[in-house]
């Protein structure tokens, strides 16, 4: 099946500093959803991407959906100690059914105040 | 937004019994229901997707007549956990979509321990 790569896996960050993390496929798809995920909860969606090309600005975040349709990232700029936590991207391909999503491995940012 | 919730959102038990977790679609009809099982520091695992009405769908691997979904109505579906052992603990969460949205919207989780 589809596989998500994401990365980085992890960063440890100074708190201010900007983020990018980004995720890339084989193969092509026709939304990128972003979550985020605080420990022992459920993801909670940041960022969702419809068309190649779209930038989407969330306050501090923003995430592109790559031309390619192969791959999207997202931004947080001027991080602070609430953006802990796991960022997953998402995708959902041509002919998936019913919503079904592909999803990366995660991001794990942690933030030094 | 679209609301989902889950209870219980913690459980212990005992090996061998059997537990029935609940995930709920509070504002919208969720034609689409998934569950999901999480390891810890690892992404999520989809282990079925549900249909309101139907059977549910199982991933490689899940096996069936151990995690029974049932997804009777367009707001509630529930996996249930039968014959529980340590290696089942978890965290288990469901996610709640309808043909009106192409995002799937989370529960909270649930974490299973089994003693």
């Known amino acids: 099946g589809q596989q998500l790569n994401q990365s980085p896996q992890s960063m440890f960050i100074q708190e201010g500093e900007d983020v990018s993390m980004n995720c890339t496929s084989s193969?092509?798809?026709?939304?990128w959803l972003w979550y985020k995920q605080d420990p022992g909860e459920g993801p909670v969606l940041l960022i969702a991407?419809?068309?190649?090309?779209e930038l989407t600005s969330n306050g501090r975040l923003t995430a592109q959906f790559g031309i390619t349709r192969k791959d999207s990232f997202l931004n947080i700029s001027a991080s602070i100690p609430s953006d802990v936590g796991i960022y997953f991207c998402?995708?959902?391909?041509?002919?998936?059914?019913?919503?079904?999503?592909?999803f990366g491995g995660g991001t794990r940012l942690m933030v030094k105040p | 937004g679209a609301v989902v919730s889950q209870h219980p959102s913690w459980v212990i038990c005992k090996s061998g019994t059997s537990v029935k977790i609940e995930c709920r679609s509070l504002?919208?009809?969720?034609?689409?229901m998934f569950w999901y099982r999480q390891f810890p520091k690892q992404s999520l695992m989809l282990m079925a997707t549900?249909?309101?009405?139907?059977?549910?769908?199982?991933e490689q691997g899940v096996e069936k007549d151990k995690f029974l979904i049932n997804h009777a109505s367009l707001t509630l579906s529930t996996l249930t956990v039968t014959s529980a052992h340590p290696e089942d603990s978890s965290f288990y969460i469901c996610s709640a979509s309808s043909s009106g949205y192409n995002e799937q919207f989370f529960g909270p989780g649930t974490r299973l321990t089994v003693l």
């Open positions: 193969s092509i798809f026709n939304t």
């Open positions: 549900s249909n309101e009405g139907s059977k549910a769908t199982y």
């Open positions: 998402a995708g959902r391909a041509p002919g998936d059914a019913g919503n079904m999503l592909t």
């Open positions: 504002d919208f009809q969720a034609t689409t």
């Open positions: 991407l419809y068309k190649a090309g």
